[in-house]
């Protein structure tokens, strides 16, 4: 099994301990401990309390035991019996602390069985043989919590913001409280650009229709609805996704979207003239092509105006077509016009100061990040909330 172990830095490991509410706990937690930074933290603001922890890692668990810290056991996290074992031996824990790791995980008797006795198995739509590995950890976090005890994990942002879990971040939003959605800058784990979140869960229903949300750089909190939280909880799409009120108004009736739907391994195999996100300009720019349409193939058109959607490099490129036409990628989102001025409307407000900070706070994912119609249309028709 790959591990893909991430361990938390020290500054990230105090900003999830400080967001913690409880007052005077007495036992910590930490499901895949890794460098044991989390645990450590916790004592650096609690002196007294007692450290525990399990890894799969022979590594980690001998460190552990060397530094004398931290009662270290090596079993395995996603053991459907864990949570039994840990309850055992401590009783009730003050404080569940965990930075999962991150990969896909065969969605097993085990994992399925985790996911449905902390009430997540109906969270998944498409229940396909793989399943995030945070989720596992999420899930043997929550059947371990107890009514005066205080969850606080590292999550991905698909789990925050991503389409697929919208139904998972209503499940937790209803069912807990939520005592805090913290957005951590990228890069801040060594060997990885992950986008990653500290959320705070406490056992209580939440009785509030709101949710606060902050960033670990900023001092300033947003307070938003449940209701959008479910859609979204990263603070960078609140924060920074306002649209001038100077750019034109556009309807939905005015463009069709539209995106490749070939790869590019495809489309070179077929040995032809095409376009894909790496050919697109850094700077948005007009262009003419003169090459010819690909049967069964998403071709742009004289006035289309194409999008790089995916890729950390190559997000929110644009191209207004002049003339012309040539097959594009399943990388690229095109937007077609209903007219020539509707398209000088749409390519203004897509080049704009506000189209290129929407793009960029917009995006999902947490390894390449990707636009989706959704949100192309949303900053279009100025529905962004």
Not at 146 to 168: F, H, Q, T, Y
Not at 181 to 187: E, H, M, V, Y
Not at 239 to 267: A, C, E, Q, V, W
Request: glycine share 6%; with cysteine; proline share 4%.
């Amino acid at each position: 099994m790959k591990l893909s172990q991430f361990y938390t830095e020290k500054l990230i490991s105090e900003k999830l301990i400080s967001s913690l509410k409880i007052v005077n706990p007495k036992q910590a937690f930490d499901l895949g401990f890794g460098s044991g930074m989390l645990l450590k933290a916790a004592k650096k603001r609690w002196i007294d309390i007692n450290l525990a922890g399990v890894d799969i890692d022979i590594k980690n668990i001998l460190l552990a035991k060397e530094d004398n810290l931290i009662d270290a056991l090596q079993l395995n996290g996603f053991s459907a019996d864990l949570p039994y074992i840990i309850a055992d031996r401590y009783g009730d824990i003050d404080i569940l602390i965990s930075n999962p790791p991150y990969f896909s995980k065969d969605l097993d008797k085990d994992c399925y069985k985790i996911l449905r006795l902390a009430g997540l198995i109906d969270c998944i739509i498409d229940r396909k043989s793989k399943i995030p590995a945070e989720l596992i950890f999420l899930a043997q976090n929550l059947r371990l919590l107890s009514e005066n005890s205080e969850i606080g994990i590292i999550l991905p942002a698909g789990i925050i913001s991503g389409e697929r879990w919208m139904k998972l971040r209503e499940f937790l939003f209803n069912e807990y409280t939520i005592t805090d959605i913290i957005q951590i800058p990228s890069k801040s784990f060594k060997g990885t650009e992950a986008q990653t979140f500290i959320m705070t869960i406490s056992k209580s229903r939440n009785n509030n229709d709101t949710i606060s949300i902050s960033h670990s750089s900023h001092s300033k909190k947003i307070i938003i609805p449940i209701d959008m939280a479910i859609r979204r909880a990263d603070y960078n799409y609140y924060m920074y996704n306002n649209i001038d009120t100077y750019l034109p108004k556009i309807t939905s009736d005015d463009f069709h979207i539209f995106r490749g739907n070939l790869s590019k391994k495809i489309l070179e195999e077929k040995s032809i003239k095409y376009l894909h996100t790496t050919d697109m300009n850094s700077i948005p720019c007009k262009q003419d092509f003169d090459f010819k349409p690909l049967l069964n193939s998403k071709n742009c058109e004289t006035g289309d105006i194409l999008i790089s959607r995916v890729g950390t490099r190559c997000l929110g490129r644009a191209i207004y077509i002049n003339k012309g036409s040539i097959p594009i990628s399943d990388c690229i989102i095109g937007v077609r016009p209903k007219n020539e001025v509707i398209g000088s409307k749409i390519w203004k407000k897509i080049t704009s100061e506000s189209g290129v900070s929407f793009f960029k706070n917009s995006a999902l994912g947490v390894g390449p990040r990707y636009l989706t119609h959704g949100i192309l249309k949303e900053f279009l028709t100025n529905k962004v909330v």
